[in-house]
T-cell receptor, first 111, second 115 residues
Framework: TQLLEQSPQFLSIQEGENLTVYCNSS?????LQWYRQEPGEGPVLLVT?????EVKKLKRLTFQFGDARKDSSLHITAAQPGDTGLYLC???????????FGTGTQLKVEL | ETGVTQTPRHLVMGMTNKKSLKCEQH?????MYWYKQSAKKPLELMFV???????ENNSVPSRFSPECPNSSHLFLHLHTLQPEDSALYLC??????????????FGSGTQLSVL
C-alpha cells in the first residue's frame, strides 16, 4: 500500500481541454508539495500547500489542499503541450526533509 | 537549469563493473539526497546527507555506496549491480532540514542500465 495514491495514472488529452488529477492518502500531513517532471529531467517544485482548504494558483494551474489535509488536487485549465509531464505529489515524512512521493500521473497533451 | 548537475546522463554497465555517479550543486545547500526512480514505482529515497553526515540509509543494498566529501558534492559508487537496479538515479539538494526548507532541487538524473 502506497502512502500517496495518485489518479489517474495516465491521462492523454487534446490541447485546450481541462483536467484534474488527484493525490489521496489516509494520513494527515502538515504540508504537501506538487512537482512536475518533464521527459529526461528531474522533478521541479510547482507549489507547496500548508493549510487545510488552501487554494493556490499558478497561471493555468490551480492546487487545492483538502480540508482534512489528507488529499490534494491539481486542476489545469486549457491544457497546452508544454504541460506534458509526470505530476508528482510529495509529503514530508519522518524528520528532516525526507520526502515521500506519490505514484504519479503521466499527462500527455496533444495538438 | 536547477543548479544541480549530474554526470553521466546515461550509463550502461555489466554486473561485474564498478562505476560512480557524480552530483554537484551550486546552490549553497547543505543537504543532499539520492533517489531511485524505476518504471511503475514511486520515487524511492535512498540516502540523505546533511552537513556531510549520512542521516538516512533507506535499507539500500550494500552494492550502493554513497560518499559526500563536502556539501557541494555527492557520489554514488556502484559495484556488482543486478539488472533490477536499472533505473533513473536522481540527486537532489536542499537547505538543511527544518521547517520551510523542504523544497528539493533535483538534477536531471543518470539513466542506468545494468546488463
Amino acid at each position: 500500500t502506497q502512502l500517496l495514491e495518485q489518479s489517474p495514472q495516465f491521462l492523454s488529452i487534446q490541447e485546450g481541454e481541462n483536467l484534474t488529477v488527484y493525490c489521496n492518502s489516509s494520513s494527515v500531513f502538515s504540508s504537501l508539495q506538487w512537482y512536475r517532471q518533464e521527459p529526461g529531467e528531474g522533478p521541479v517544485l510547482l507549489v507547496t500547500v500548508v493549510t487545510g482548504g488552501e487554494v493556490k494558483k499558478l497561471k493555468r494551474l490551480t492546487f487545492q489542499f483538502g480540508d482534512a489535509r489528507k488529499d490534494s488536487s491539481l486542476h489545469i485549465t486549457a491544457a497546452q503541450p508544454g504541460d506534458t509531464g509526470l505530476y508528482l505529489c510529495a509529503v514530508t515524512t519522518g524528520g528532516g526533509n525526507k520526502l515521500t512521493f506519490g505514484t504519479g500521473t503521466q499527462l500527455k497533451v496533444e495538438l | 537549469e536547477t543548479g544541480v548537475t549530474q554526470t553521466p546522463r546515461h550509463l550502461v554497465m555489466g554486473m561485474t563493473n564498478k562505476k560512480s555517479l557524480k552530483c554537484e550543486q551550486h546552490l549553497g545547500h547543505n543537504a543532499m539526497y539520492w533517489y531511485k526512480q524505476s518504471a511503475k514505482k514511486p520515487l524511492e529515497l535512498m540516502f540523505v546527507y546533511s552537513l556531510e553526515e549520512r542521516v538516512e540509509n533507506n535499507s539500500v543494498p550494500s552494492r550502493f555506496s554513497p560518499e559526500c566529501p563536502n556539501s557541494s558534492h555527492l557520489f554514488l559508487h556502484l559495484h556488482t549491480l543486478q539488472p533490477e537496479d536499472s533505473a533513473l538515479y536522481l540527486c537532489a539538494s536542499s537547505q538543511a532540514p527544518g521547517p520551510g526548507n523542504e523544497k528539493l532541487f533535483f538534477g536531471s538524473g543518470t539513466q542506468l542500465s545494468v546488463l
